[in-house]
């Protein structure tokens, strides 16, 4: 094993770093946008905050949408084409943002501008499965999945930033511009992939089932893995949502507003080792380290009440969250068949956004009867129930596909 380290195929090749930068800049045009779209909604169109919650909640709503068409027709038209697609779709739903309308118009953009999304990252997702060397794939799929960190953590951070410097137009147009360069250098990306459609083949021999298959949108296989990512997601969404309201009550504003910058330096440095670990041995050797961090970010933001604290949750967050969103992303690619990439790809997503996108509902209504400290106890109590629900439903199981 040891002399052929040297040997190791690589994995940032050039399409594998043509993708790793298109699936940031879409997801920095989301997180810069998914930060001040609420007040933006309050500010122009006289919303309710319960509109406003909506408005913003109606990308998660398309983004669905979109994951469940691609992982069907990922197979039909390829990753590369799909890819392609949804990028062009992007920029046309972008250019909407410009255009002054109803509050409508804005709800529908929204939801088309999710929808666009759904599609463009499950086709960077599905890429990274295909452009990753077979035997080092939970690593690649890890520093891939890097991409999304640092998104998530710059896209929020600058969002907030230039919204109190520039006029929201400014930000419309770094989303387009995202956008356009994602496009053009998509162009270069090469995939080996047969759209010669095995899978229908395969679908044909057996007993035919005419109409909707739910088979046809969800991997069952990675089913397990999606159910992991909604608690997973339910819980980080409190974070999403609350921090802020949280650091103002505790008077720790200041501090918190870099907290996502520690979550992404904290998965910057695990991502990559997570990986790797996975490669060599399981991801059970990574993923019950990576919830018992995520269990501990909890109970820190429970007990918070000085900056260090609030600095540690951050840390820790990006150990576990960020940890178990890469490995798990890789799990449900590892128990799929290869013809099966997209639609795992898409399962795994739709089970994140499903979390991300109904916690701040569900929470929202535990805020009028708990204090925010007793929401993130709460949080680590269903953090210790995933870990828990992952032995049962994977981890007990993980050597066999380690064998296979």
């Known amino acids: 094993m040891q002399p052929t380290d040297q040997l190791k195929t690589p994995i940032w090749t050039k399409s594998f770093n043509i993708n790793f930068l298109t699936n940031f800049l879409v997801y920095l045009s989301m997180y810069l946008l998914i930060v001040i779209v609420a007040s933006y909604t309050v500010d122009v169109y006289h919303a309710s905050t319960s509109i406003a919650g909506l408005v913003t909640g109606l990308f998660i709503i398309g983004s669905l949408i979109g994951r469940f068409a691609t992982g069907k027709y990922v197979n039909q038209l390829g990753p590369k084409k799909t890819l392609l697609i949804g990028l062009g779709f992007l920029l046309i739903t972008q250019l909407c943002y410009f255009v002054e309308g109803s509050l409508a118009f804005l709800m529908f953009t929204r939801l088309i501008n999710g929808i666009a999304t759904g599609v463009t ?3 960077t997702g599905t890429i990274a499965a295909y452009v990753t060397p077979p035997e080092r794939k939970s690593e690649g799929i890890s520093m891939f999945s890097l991409s999304l960190v640092i998104g998530t953590a ?7 930033f230039l919204s109190n410097l520039y006029p929201i137009e400014v930000l419309f147009g770094l989303c387009l511009a995202c956008g356009i360069v994602s496009f053009v250098t998509s162009f270069f990306i090469k995939v080996e992939f047969d759209t010669t459609s095995k899978e229908d083949d395969k679908e044909d021999k057996q007993p ?5 298959s739910l088979s046809h949108f969800i991997a069952k296989e990675a089913v397990p893995v999606a159910i992991l990512m909604v608690l997973s997601g339910l819980t980080y969404s409190s974070i999403l949502s609350f921090i802020k309201d949280y650091a ?8 918190s507003s870099y907290f996502f910058i520690f979550y992404a330096i904290s998965s910057l440095v695990t991502r990559p080792l997570a990986g790797r670990m996975m490669d060599e041995y399981n991801e059970n050797v990574v993923a019950y380290p990576s919830f018992i961090c995520l269990i501990l970010t909890y109970v820190c933001l429970y007990f918070t009440s000085s900056s260090w604290l609030l600095v540690v949750a951050g840390l820790l967050l990006g150990a576990g969250y960020g940890t178990i969103s890469s490995i798990m992303q890789a799990v449900a690619i590892k128990v799929s068949p290869p013809e099966k990439y997209g639609v795992a790809t898409s399962t795994y997503f739709i089970g994140l956004d499903l979390g991300l996108g109904i916690g701040p509902y569900l929470l929202g209504f535990l805020i009028n009867v708990m204090s925010y400290a007793q929401l993130y106890g709460l949080m680590a109590i269903v953090a210790l129930f995933t870990t828990v629900l992952y ?11 380690e064998v296979e």
């Open 154 to 160: 710059v896209g929020p951070f600058c969002g907030l």
């Open 248 to 255: 103002q009550e505790i008077n720790l504003v200041t501090i």
């Open 391 to 401: 032995f049962l439903l994977h981890g007990r199981k993980a050597k066999q596909y």
């Open 121 to 123: 990252t499950t086709a």
């Open 208 to 212: 035919a089932k005419k109409g909707f």
